[in-house]
């Protein structure tokens, strides 16, 4: 049974930073791609980054040069170092798992992800 359970999100200032972290079990892990999406209220769910099983990473244009994704194999684990944080990053945060390797131009896309975490709330206001 494949588990997802996301950490680290919280409040924080503008400009501000915060790693969301996501451990994963039962599935194999290093094998395939991973994704971190975000919903906001009254919003559809937004893909923000993906890595895949060679460390290949994709962004949104939102995000870029502010958000790194990286995954630890070891631990079983993947992670979003989020920096410079503004207002319209708040949103629930989720991760999400795939049963292959995707295509690049389908890592952002919810529909390619069979396996999703709770979420974790991440606020960011002055």
């Known amino acids: 049974q494949v588990q997802l359970v996301e950490s680290g999100g919280g409040s924080v200032q503008p400009g501000g930073s915060l790693r969301l972290s996501c451990a994963a079990s039962?599935?194999?892990?290093?094998?395939?791609?991973m994704g971190w999406f975000r919903q906001a209220p009254g919003k559809e769910r937004e893909g923000v980054a993906a890595?895949?099983?060679?460390?290949?990473?994709i962004y949104t244009d939102s995000v870029k040069g502010r958000f790194t994704i990286s995954r630890d194999n070891a631990k079983n684990t993947l992670y979003l170092q989020m920096n410079s944080l503004k207002p319209e990053d708040t949103a629930m945060y989720y991760c999400?798992?795939?049963?292959?390797?995707?295509?690049?131009?389908?890592?952002?896309?919810?529909?390619?992800?069979?396996?999703w975490g709770q979420g974790t709330q991440v606020t960011v206001s002055s």
């Open positions: 890595v895949d099983s060679d460390g290949s990473t």
């Open positions: 999400a798992a795939a049963e292959r390797r995707l295509s690049w131009w389908s890592r952002l896309q919810h529909g390619s992800y069979t396996y």
């Open positions: 039962g599935y194999t892990y290093s094998t395939y791609s």
